[in-house]
């Protein structure tokens, strides 16, 4: 069976016609970017658009939403799940920060995707614990997220969103501010502090995403590493 949505051409163009995509973790990405590409993509795209003024700031960030959905099928990149609602209650003994409790999104992105052809992944320093991965193993992500190579659900979404970032970086990092800002609002509304984690399903270092963390002091980044 079929059923129609609204999508990108290109997402259409190598989608099977039960929404399954076949991507392997060990195929690259790109041909050769880097971390430091990303870094400096990102750190560049975000400077640029803090420095337009309103209308012109709306109309970037109206193209850069068109490029993650036309070419990705990427409407939405920050999220919630059981361990990040667990952190709004104090779990992870982020409650409390600076006398008030926090509100906390999180970014999933693919684990250990291989991002360009010289074997740099998503998770540089992963090794054997690529098989047990949370991105592969828990909640959603098993029940809904398709077999091995083949990603559908959860796992299709963090895909898409990691070929967005790796392709499209500047946009990319417009959505992801955009997304940030409403949610730092929505947070100080309800007077919680907000927090974001960058990393829920990837290990990416936090020089990659300097240009957004610089751009929001008021916003506690938090993240784990291997």
């Given amino acids: ?48 658009y803090l420095a337009l003024d ?9 193209r850069a939403r068109q490029v993650l959905k036309d ?28 006398v008030k409790d926090v509100m906390s999104m999180g970014l999933g992105l693919a684990s250990a995707q291989k991002i360009n052809e010289k074997n740099l992944s998503t998770c540089p320093n992963s090794a054997i614990c690529e098989g047990l991965c949370l991105g592969e193993t828990s909640g959603q992500n098993l029940l809904y997220g398709g077999e091995g190579q083949f990603k559908s659900g959860p796992r ?15 946009d990319f990092a417009i959505v992801l501010h955009s997304e940030i800002e409403r949610f730092q609002r929505a947070a100080a509304k309800e007077d919680y502090q907000p927090t974001v984690r960058l990393n829920v399903t990837s290990d990416f270092r936090p020089q990659t995403f300097a240009g957004i963390i610089n751009a929001f002091p008021g916003v506690m980044f938090y993240d784990y590493t291997k």
Avoid: C, W
């Fill in 1 to 48: 069976f079929f059923i129609p949505i609204a999508e990108g051409e290109s997402f259409r163009s190598k989608m099977t016609r039960l929404f399954t995509l076949d991507a392997p973790r060990t195929r690259a990405l790109s041909k050769d970017t880097t971390l430091t590409d990303l870094e400096r993509r990102i750190g560049a795209s975000i400077a640029e």
């Fill in 54 to 62: 309103g209308a012109a700031r709306r109309e970037r960030l109206a």
């Fill in 71 to 98: 070419e990705h099928n990427v409407g939405t990149l920050l999220g919630v799940n059981g361990k990040l609602e667990k952190t709004n209650t104090g779990g992870y003994g982020l409650n409390n920060y600076n």
């Fill in 156 to 170: 299709l979404a963090q895909y898409l969103k990691t070929e967005a970032l790796v392709l499209h970086p500047e």
